[in-house]
Nanobody, 124 residues
Framework: VQLQASGGGLVQAGESLRLSCAAS????????MGWFRQAPGKEREFVAA????????DYADSVKGRFTILRDNAESTVYLHMNGLKPEDTAVYYC??????????????????WGQGTQVTVSS
């Protein structure tokens, strides 16, 4: 499967963005999906994940209550709605697919496919 992330940009603190990750291939509906981010000089960190059905989600503590992960299996797309953005949310955001679709994975090493990343910059 190939993943294409989009929707990043430059916003001010408090504003919102919606990231999209479009997948090619027919197996998207079987995969759990996750979003990770990597700021300059830092390791890639978990942001959010969703199981294949959308029935279970998980979030990093730093984004709980502000970010929402959703998926549309008919469109082979996963979204990350980001509200109340903060300067510390500035990073390159990556989507990833986990072939074990019924479970939530929070480690980057557990994901099998990755998108190319989209830059999110939040100014204060």
């Amino acid at each position: 499967v190939q993943l294409q992330a989009s929707g990043g940009g430059l916003v001010q603190a408090g504003e919102s963005l919606r990231l999209s990750c479009a997948a090619s291939g027919h197996a998207f509906g079987n995969y759990a999906m996750g979003w990770f981010r990597q700021a300059p000089g830092k390791e890639r960190e978990f942001v959010a994940a969703i199981t294949w059905s959308g029935g279970t989600t998980d979030y990093a503590d730093s984004v709980k209550g502000r970010f929402t992960i959703l998926r549309d299996n008919a469109e082979s797309t996963v979204y990350l709605h980001m509200n109340g953005l903060k300067p510390e949310d500035t990073a390159v955001y990556y989507c990833a697919a986990d072939i074990y679709g019924a479970t939530i994975a929070t480690k980057a090493s557990e994901y099998h496919y990755w998108g190319q990343g989209t830059q999110v910059t939040v100014s204060s």
